[in-house]
């Protein structure tokens, strides 16, 4: 690396070609530097040397310093945003509202209902000539006068209902899209970075960076803008995101010293010139590209848009599935970050592995289609029967003749028998479902805000409410984060307390200052407390905070030392990662000498040490025994209370040696002297343990991961409640853990998993790839018969994967890294256990309410629908007209999942075990409310329909003709019928048959107001309705009559509950998910992306094309199997022996390229084999999805093949499956056991 007086050698005789420009007279243009980001590597460098001079010359162009940054004066920062930009790109305009009204409209039974209303209309305005009425049957000749002006209202009536519905349907898309917009600005104002201004760091919002501004790079940051460095350490960068390399690409100044907007930082750390922000940045280039400004093309630049940004690069998918119809508008919201995360790449396109389907949409959907059809078929029963009972009376029993004069009558006659029809149909189908989930959704996402859960993707919602397991860091979730050095042992002593300075010898003192001031990143600091007595802040890296911290105890100041030794002066950094769990800085002594520091995991870093510091401050030898001793005596009794060990140590090179090769790390830091070992504490979050124990009462397990020592671990595990004393449970380190998951040739088996996870429940020092591991096989495990739905929680840039692959992965807010925030579901904004707990109520919570909906929806389908149907078989004429099934509807629909989708949730909800992916939405107990309500209204409603005028002592609203006025018997009906709705409203809220239905029904308001105004409304439109509404008025006794069987349903719900469900054996439940057997093939290759079938057409060619491939690769295999003498049977299990691999990879390559051209090309077998021996970030992006190849083997086994000989994966396994019906069915035993070591094949084994 060099340090800074050679990085910044001022190259000689460098022409300055500075143009004559007004650019806000900055000596370098937008275009310039838009053009100098183009440029990689070797062409970046030598067009800066060309122009530039070096990456100060790019500064002073800039008007800025690279160490004081910019001056912060806001006049200045306003006219660099106004040459340069600002740094934010804009979003997609939001639909507007006319848009959405349009998209309501599309609904089926409401264009049906539509068309009914503007024919019935049409005819009623139609006024038949004279001729005799007499001949055309049975037409009220009474009313004749009037019929002209009155026959409208029904098709007006019906009109203004649909348009009711429609503005409801559209203003709630439109409050959710500005619930999400609003969501998605507070995520990105809380995004901040590290900028140097004035010569001080200061974190700014990513938008106010501008050109010039000097950057502070570290380890996890997603880069807000595009840059050149201008020093690092060690500084790594995945630019998959851009390029689709998988490799991290290794920045230097005299190498490749261009940072790009959207790449993420690996490892190391660094200070970056801004030199593009927002729509110049190569992010926003790309963008600008897809539109993302653009009105030109609008539908089909639309559609394309949604699917590029949606797969943004590290799949922040907001539409988890594209089929969430129900969830329209909220699903096409950008990802979250647009700001910055907006790598919305082409190449993504095809790199999104699916999410399957939320378990809950599954069974709306499935059930919603169920019930759709019985509609369907009950409403066009109802009309045929209507038509026929029609004809026959009228033309064969009265022996009347078709008349001319006649026909608009008898077509009246059977528009209005379609409008009955249609009016079945509409009460039938329960559109008011996917509006309550979305109700529902948005409503919990609005409150899961004030718990600290900020919910990233709808459905991590309602998921979370079916978790059965946790896997939790330790740090910072379980405790505090909160690090602060209690015990320590220096120059042979162990101290329980910090020492008093006197107590140690003044040479060790000084080793110990400098190495922890100089070995840790200079962002790490402490800052007086902000208020008052307080405690002071730990800013940065909390481990480093606590060494730090442990300086300051020591009356000591650790920025003298910094101050002293400027970041620019370390000569070179090897920074923390997850790999080396150490970190080391080297410096360069004024006579030439080196001296490194190191800290790290106290059992690594005194595996290097060959001497220690002795009591007088002189280092002596340090032998294994002596090793042994001090891990025994100090270290164990350390991690036994729960402290977490670091050692500290360095090591001097002489001057006189030649200088050390520095990328040769294991020669560097190695033959240290240890200076000191010390425990750090973090306490356990005093409202941990209580929550932990809820989590068990509710049937979730929660495991530890963490990359603490075992002993450490299960100390802190404890004390959580994790685990209890005397119980039977695994606590592994990562070491052990790989040991037993994997089989003689170092290949992941399922069995293994199954036999360990079920107990597991600490996993300490483990790497992210074993977190993964971890993840996957508990997801992958068929031991339990309900499949095992896995919460996540991360932190780190490598926890990537395992946030990814979980069900619902929670990233913390305030020390996750961006990479962990853009993988995850739900970030967590305190950081706290307690608030997953929250979250798990608010997922059953969703899942109870959308229950509660569908018992009370269902009911009054039932009843509506056979009240409808045979009432209109038996009088012709449903007892319930249009208008007032659209007002039930209403009620019902729309109102009710208002209502009852927004229930606070209870504690009792952490009561019961989770439900699992396969039970039925419509339990035996909710089945048995439904039916045995039904019956109940139904019998009200038929007694009054055939004897209420006897009852009521009033005329019979039976038999009425075409334009009769409306009766009160049949308004007493209807009216009855609502109250019977209203009451029952309240019975819903309880569905696992609980008696109390009242119980906390004040705490939930809008169901209160809900059931007030819709009583409220109906007194209106009984007493005034008239006739569009067919209502007449009623007396004060009737409506006394009509609550009192209504609050019947209360009472009789009493009853129903009497009924123990178990003797009910014949009630079937309902809205099971989606069974296995039901799957078709494609969904069941794990993370196939979810084709549509249109674009499944545009592929067949492309299918064609690689069954073609496959063939041949399968003939090749088959030579090959010959020339080598293997059987043919292993050859026709699609294992490549290794000499036709090179020959396949070649074909497959040389195919894909010319299908993608500017893809990732993997030509070398080296480059496949480097990614999978070092799994680091974001599996997917590895390989180049093409539509249709089954890449779960890159995907989901790289992390896994660490210890494997790799073999390139063959392209399409199971390719035949996917597009031809065929089932793999490998022996997978025999084949994963005679296929050679590396062999992709055992992957099938984990993921088919």
Not at 251 to 263: H, I, N, V, W, Y
Request: glycine content about 8%.
């Amino acid at each position: 690396m060099g340090d800074m007086a050679n990085n910044s050698v001022a190259y000689s005789g460098v022409k300055y070609t500075v143009k004559d420009s007004n650019h806000g007279d900055f000596g370098v243009t937008v275009e310039e530097l838009r053009d100098l980001m183009e440029l990689r590597a070797a062409d970046a460098l030598h067009k800066i040397q060309e122009c530039y001079g070096d990456v100060h010359g790019i500064c002073t162009r800039l008007k800025t310093s690279p160490n004081e940054g910019l001056s912060g004066n806001p006049a200045d920062i306003e006219r660099r945003a106004t040459v340069f930009g600002k740094n934010f790109i804009p979003p997609k305009k939001p639909k507007t509202f006319l848009q959405l009204v349009w998209e309501a409209l599309q609904d089926v039974t409401l264009i049906i209902l539509e068309i009914a209303a503007i024919v019935s209309l049409g005819l009623s305005f139609y006024q038949p000539p004279g001729g005799n009425e007499a001949l055309c049957g049975t037409v009220s000749v009474g009313e004749e006068e009037e019929e002209g002006e009155t026959g409208w209202i029904e098709g007006a009536a019906i009109l203004l209902s649909v348009v009711c519905v429609v503005l409801v349907t559209a203003f709630n898309d439109w409050s959710k899209e500005k619930q999400f917009r609003g969501l998605q600005s507070r995520i990105e104002q809380e995004q901040k970075f590290t900028v140097i201004r004035g010569g001080q760091v200061i974190q700014i919002p990513i938008a106010d960076i501008v050109v010039g501004d000097i950057a502070q790079v570290k380890y996890g940051d997603l880069l807000p803008a595009d840059g050149v460095l201008i020093q690092g350490n060690d500084l790594k960068i995945d630019e998959s995101s851009l390029t689709g390399e998988s490799d991290h690409v290794k920045k230097t100044l005299d190498r490749d010293p261009m940072l790009l907007s959207g790449t993420h930082v690996m490892e190391g750390s660094g200070r970056v010139v801004v030199t593009a922000v927002g729509i110049n940045s190569q992010t926003g280039i790309i963008f600008t590209l897809l539109g993302a400004g653009a009105d030109d093309d609008e539908e089909k630049k639309e559609k394309e848009k949604k699917d590029k940004k949606s797969k943004k690069q590290d799949g922040a998918i907001e539409n988890r599935n594209k089929a969430k119809a129900q969830d329209g508008a909220a699903m096409e919201m950008q990802p979250l970050k647009s700001e910055d995360g907006a790598d919305g790449d082409d190449k993504k396109r095809n790199n999104m592995p699916k999410k399957e389907k939320s378990v809950l949409q599954g069974k709306l959907t499935k059930l919603a289609v169920q019930i759709g059809k019985a509609g369907l078929l009950m409403s066009a029963v109802t009309v045929i029967i209507l038509v026929l009972y029609f004809v026959i009376d009228t033309f064969w029993v009265q022996k009347r003749l078709w008349l001319a004069e006649c026909t608009p009558i008898y077509i009246q006659y059977f528009v209005k028998f379609f409008i009955i029809g249609v009016t079945v149909l509409v009460v039938a189908v329960p559109e008011g479902l996917p509006l309550a989930v979305t109700i529902s959704l948005a409503y919990s996402v609005k409150k899961m805000m004030k718990d600290n859960n900020l919910v990233r993707h709808l459905d991590a919602c309602e998921t979370m409410g079916n978790a059965t397991a946790i896997c939790s860091d330790k740090t910072g979730t379980l405790t505090m984060n909160r690090m602060t050095v209690v015990q320590a042992y220096i120059s042979e002593k162990h101290y329980k307390k910090i020492p008093e300075p006197q107590a140690i010898p003044e040479k060790t003192l000084s080793y110990l200052v400098t190495g922890i001031s100089v070995n840790s990143a200079y962002t790490s600091k402490i800052l007086p407390p902000e208020k008052e007595g307080g405690l002071p802040r730990h800013v940065g890296n909390k481990t480093e905070c606590a060494l730090l911290g442990m300086v300051l105890d020591l009356k000591r100041d650790y920025q003298d030392v910094r101050n002293e030794i400027p970041e620019e002066a370390l000569y070179k950094v090897y920074t923390f990662n997850s790999v080396r769990k150490s970190m080391s800085t080297v410096l360069k002594n004024s006579d030439g000498s080196f001296r490194i520091f190191s800290k790290g995991a106290s059992e690594i870093v005194l595996k290097k040490c060959f001497k220690i510091l002795s009591a007088n401050g002189e280092p002596k030898v340090f032998r294994p025994r002596d090793r042994d001793d001090i891990v025994k005596t100090v270290i164990e009794p350390m991690a036994s209370e729960g402290l977490r060990t670091i050692c500290l140590a360095f090591r001097d090179f002489p001057a006189g040696e030649p200088e050390p090769e520095w990328d040769n790390e294991n020669d560097i830091v190695t033959g240290l002297t240890c200076i000191a070992v010390v425990g750090i504490e973090d306490p356990v979050r005093p409202e941990v343990p209580d929550a932990i124990k809820k989590c068990q009462r509710a049937g979730i397990t929660v495991r530890m991961v963490t990359g603490d020592n075992i002993n450490t671990a299960r100390a802190i595990a404890l004390k959580c409640g994790i685990l209890h004393p005397g119980e039977d449970f695994l606590c592994l380190e990562g070491k052990e853990f790989n040991r037993r998951i994997r089989n003689e040739k170092g290949e992941i088996e399922q069995e293994r998993i199954d036999k360990i996870w079920p107990k597991l429940r600490v996993l300490a020092r483990s790497s992210p790839t074993d977190k993964h591991t971890l993840v996957k096989g508990i997801i992958d495990s068929t031991v339990s018969e309900q499949r095992q739905v896995v919460a996540v929680t991360g932190d780190g840039t490598n926890d990537g994967p395992a946030l990814k692959k979980a069900d619902v992965g929670f990233a913390m807010g305030i020390a996750g890294t961006d990479v962990a925030k853009e993988a995850s579901d739900i970030i967590l904004t305190d950081d706290n256990f307690t608030s997953i707990v929250k979250a798990v109520m608010w997922g059953r919570n969703v899942y109870d309410s959308i229950s509660k909906f569908l018992q009370f929806q269902l009911t009054v389908n039932v009843v509506a629908v056979i009240v409808a149907f045979t009432g209109a078989c038996i009088t012709q004429d449903s007892p319930l007209k249009a208008v007032q099934m659209l007002w039930v509807n209403l009620i019902m629909d729309t109102l009710a999942s208002l209502a009852l989708a927004t229930e606070p949730p209870t504690e009792s909800l952490l009561l019961r075990k989770p439900y699992g992916r396969n039970k039925p939405l419509i339990s035996r107990t909710m089945m048995k409310n439904i039916l045995g309500h039904a019956f109940y209204q139904l019998v009200v409603v038929f007694t009054l329909l055939f004897a209420g005028e006897k009852i009521f002592d009033i005329d019979s609203g039976r038999n009425a003709p075409l334009h009769a006025p409306p009766s009160e018997h049949y308004t007493i009906v209807f009216n009855t019928f609502v109250m019977m709705q209203l009451f029952n409203e309240i019975n819903a809220r309880k569905i696992h048959g609980e008696r109390n239905v009242f119980e906390g029904i004040f705490n939930n308001a809008i169901f209160c107001t809900i059931v007030l105004g819709t009583f409220i409304v109906q007194i209106v439109i009984v007493q005034f309705g008239g006739k569009p509404f067919s209502c007449s008025e009623l007396t004060i006794e009737q409506w006394l009559w009509s609550i009192f069987l209504g609050m019947g349903t209360l009472l009789w719900g009493q009853l129903i509950s009497t009924v123990p469900t178990s003797h009910l054996k014949f009630l079937k439940e309902a809205g099971h998910g989606t069974q296995k057997d039901e799957i078709p093939e494609e969904e069941l290759a794990e993370d196939v992306e979810e084709i549509d079938h249109a674009e499944r057409e545009l592929r067949r060619g492309q299918i064609l094309w690689f069954r073609g491939l496959n063939r041949i690769q399968t003939q090749m295999d088959v030579v090959n199997a010959f020339q080598s003498g293997t059987s043919i049977q292993g050859a026709l299990r699609r294992q490549p022996s290794i000499a036709s691999q090179h020959h396949d990879i070649r074909v497959v390559n040389a195919f894909r390229s010319s299908l993608y051209e500017g893809l990732e090309k993997p030509e070398t077998r080296s480059s496949i084999h480097n990614f999978m021996t070092h799994p680091e970030f974001r599996i997917e992006d590895s390989e180049t999805h093409i539509p249709l190849i089954d890449d779960t083997d890159a995907e989901d086994d790289a992390p896994t093949k660490r210890n494997s000989s790799p073999a390139p994966p063959s392209p399409n396994k199971n390719n035949n499956a996917v597009d031809s019906g065929i089932h793999l069915t490998t022996d997978l035993k025999k084949s994963a056991t005679s296929s050679s070591p590396g062999s992709p094949l055992h992957s099938l084994e984990t993921s088919l």
